[in-house]
């Protein structure tokens, strides 16, 4: 087995940590992302232009504002301690929950205008929603989950980060290898994702036939 080989076994672990994080990261990304969609949605809706517009005003805002730079602004102008008490208590913030709330404008974008695309529908079926939103929650988690790789950028101890560690540990020359290994972890993970949206959308093309021969 070449040295190569040996590095990724033995580093594997610790790597597989990195990768965990990045999947902590953007689950809470989509949960945050995906609940504040939905509640916007539902607040403008049917609502005054007062409480309408500053909600259309923010999606715009951030549907044409890149992840990376709201993930640099959130990390310099959002404190990293919160004190109480004249110092009594400190709550600390980590850079992980910073980068989930900076990768989580995407999901809410994208969740907000699926919300409101499905509520202009008429006599929408409930059963093909749910499979629609899985999909589209499906869909959006794994661009989630590739943006959360820019989360080393601040500082959290994820897979890339990692490799950055592993490299210089070792030596600079086992860089193609570490990024490429680290590739497959996001490779394989994505594509069991992508799996599941294609055995959810036959099942919806199968759903509708029989609506249709019904």
């Not at 005054?48 to 500053?54: D, H, R, V």
């Not at 749910?130 to 500082?155: D, K, P, Q, W, Y």
């Not at 994505?190 to 036939?209: D, K, W, Y």
């Amino acid at each position: 087995m070449s040295a190569t080989m040996m590095l990724l076994l033995t580093w594997t672990p610790y790597m597989l940590q990195g990768f965990l994080t990045n999947i902590g990261i953007a689950s809470l990304a989509m949960l945050i992302g995906t609940s504040m969609g939905f509640l916007g949605e539902r607040v403008s809706h049917g609502k005054a232009w007062m409480i309408s517009s500053p909600i259309r005003g923010a999606i715009t805002f951030l549907r044409n504002t890149p992840s990376l730079i709201l993930l640099f602004y959130l990390s310099i102008l959002a404190p990293n301690e919160i004190i109480f008490a004249n110092g009594g208590w400190v709550l600390t913030i980590p850079s992980w929950l910073k980068a989930s709330v900076a990768l989580s404008a995407s999901p809410m974008v994208f969740m907000y205008w699926n919300f409101e695309s499905w509520r202009r529908r008429k006599n929408p079926d409930r059963h093909i929603w749910h499979m629609e939103m899985v999909n589209r929650i499906l869909e959006s988690f794994m661009i989630t989950m590739l943006a959360s790789s820019v989360s080393s950028l601040v500082g959290v101890s994820e897979l890339i980060s990692r490799c950055n560690v592993i490299i210089n540990a070792s030596s600079t020359t086992n860089a193609f290898a570490i990024y490429s290994y680290a590739c497959l972890y996001f490779c394989g993970f994505l594509f069991a994702i992508q799996r599941i949206i294609r055995m959810l959308g036959n099942r919806q093309s199968q759903s509708n036939t029989r609506q249709e021969e019904s």
